[in-house]
């Protein structure tokens, strides 16, 4: 409790004495994403963080049920700044009012968790240090490809290492777009079209198509991975409007495939830096990223390559980062009360191999007739069906392999069987059975 | 400097007074990881650490020329132990003496930086707990899957999801011995003895094979991602000494591969656990780890399926994630002072799109004779070389696309001849210049 940035300032009554070190939280911004952020924290029940205001325009329209009485509903955002909150999660995006509202709260002592990549990619370096100065923390971890904790990342299990470069697939509605044409090779127009029916794309795309939106991410990742002051403008931006159905033909003549890349590579004093279509192979992980995930390369001095893959959108993912990095925050301010509690929780779980998996079971007999029918009827005997029955010519009689697959069933529906079955005369060996993961 | 864990009770001399906030941090076992500890931390100059002991049993013939001379070298790991450090790295491994020698720390008030699976996998709650009556951290981040950061990112970006499943490959020993036969179906024990000449395989390699190493580190994952206390010995774990050259295509039949698969599941009051071998589609994330990767799958209820790849041992990879905890700790520590050090090193370098690469040209063309000569014309005289010219049949003559290759070149290179080529007057529209990365 001493170690909270804030002293609290009014009693905190409704938290009652065992949760008095619970992190008091202001949510501003109550979209998508900020009602997922809400949900988590509601459904969740955590006990290190409480949610004490919620703030929106016209918010009286907003109002969810499942939302704890004692929560404060405003649409005066001046009034959360001045409330009794250690951490303010800043979910309107855009610049304006959000940086206002961003810079207030760091100046007023308040931490802040944020998920909006323009306002970090143009002010993040300046903000980290107003936060630094006034003895609270900036969080930005749902700003770069969503759910995919490559930030979080980059802060804790990869700064060990010196990286040197970074490489993504960060923008969902270029993925989308193109792994569309590549798939069907329809038109681009259409590919937009169906992006923007799905809710992929907004009705004006540019900030995705023209790369605007990855290049906000790329110098996020500049910053917190390379340790690089980059101005997004600074980074060319090549736009995926160009790009035809037959390009997607030809590339497939080079064994390749186009996505959308940012890439920024430290060499020596410049950093190499675009955003754009680029041809990848078709089997690399770029060429296999599909739909709207998002996929992050790492390259370091000591640990090498790293790959990071995921949900890079979508409010559930991203509130996912919100909330773990007002964990994150809230673990800091309570000088680790909020990881005591969290790993207090952990339960001791009655413990089973019995997966219900479909199953590949390999015999090796020798060869007689009749064979496959003994182990049928086994088979059927024990209420297990068999999938199929492969056996490869060209082996030893004497010394036969071949396979039986079967449909989905438990470890402990199978395991009489087999016992019977490697029990058989003309086995040579017990059977081997393994789950077929699919 | 207030926040530090345990007051210094001896003046921190040699350390001056502009880093009298650096954590002092003891090494104890100096093997090959150690080693990569070390120079990773002595290379970086973090102003925030500083090794202060490195214990080794014969520490005389450990010595190196690049560790700093005021580096106390010492085989006594009491008087480690004894010393005034804040930070304790135990890389000697194994459970005896090092769960002592970690139980000791922690009693101490000594953070505590590990590698330990065996360790942790057994002791982890218990230890967790004494590390937090005692005010200070444990963290073994490079227990599982050497540098990729999964327990970081298990800790931070993920710890806002319910996780309800991990799987992983989490023992190179076996992806490289079950990779080798599925690329040459060698035997397996020519596939183990490889493994062995090459490093990759302990002479007794049944820690390895038969899945204990895996399930230790499947014991760690469920803790830190399902919060559940798994008994290692209570996770089934079949080896893969059973798998045959002939499984390989009995598998590929199936438009499968075989991998030795870690996983849990956590449903209801059950966890569902188990190693061993198993059957994944040959396209599938886990059927394209090849050699000694590692890599790990997390499900979570908000945010969906995650994947983190990389080099799951080696001594630098997994140096990363050790030195990566260490500087977790002592920014824990130092109440943010370390990563105020990191955050003030950003850089401003200079901005480049001009990367070095093949590259793409997709021309739109009214077709005439002597176009693709006028274009090797302007490229040669460039100094560009063409790698491959395509044409596909079956277009329109009067809007025909076709496509010129060049070998590496940089992109201020190409530019000027992309000008020219696209002013000719047979040029229907600006050539799309396509990077293509290998």
Redesign the interface.
Known sequence: ME?LSKPATEAPAESGTAHSFACRVALIGFGTVGR?VAK?LCE?GTDSVRVTHICNRNVERKKQSWVPGNVIWTDDVQSVLNADVQIVIELIGGLNPAEQIVRSALEAGKSVVTANKQLIARHG?DL??LA?RR?C?LEF?ASVAG???????L????????LHGIAGILNGTCNYILSRIENDRIPFSEALEEAQARGYAEADASEDLDGGDARAKLTILA?AGL?????PE???ARTIR???A??F???A??G?T?RQ?S?A??KA??????V??????TD???GRVQRNLNLVLTS?Q??????????GAGG??T??????????VAQ?LS??AA??I??A???????????ETPW?L?FFVRDQPGIVARLAQILAEHHLNID?V?Q?PG?DKAAL?F?I?LELCRDSQLHPALEKMSALEFSLR?C?C?????
């Open positions: 170690k997922a988590i969740q370096p980290l240090q630094h003895g923390q971890g759910g995919v904790p490559v930030l979080p990342a802060r804790t299990g990869l700064s060990g290492d010196r910053l340790h690089t002051r980059v101005i600074s980074v060319r160009s790009i035809d037959v390009d033909d030809y590339a003549e080079l390749c186009i890349i890439r590579d430290l004093e410049t950093l190499f830096a675009e754009g279509p680029c041809l990848v192979p690399s992980p770029f370091g000591y640990g090498g390559d790293m790959a990071f893959l995921g949900a559930d993912p509130a996912v980062a919100v909330v773990s990095d007002v964990l994150f800091n000088g680790g990881r005591k969290a790993s929780k952990v339960s001791a779980p009655a413990i089973s191999s019995d997966f590949y390999r199929s492969l490869k082996f392999p396979v697959t017990p081997l393994l789950p077929i993961l699919r």
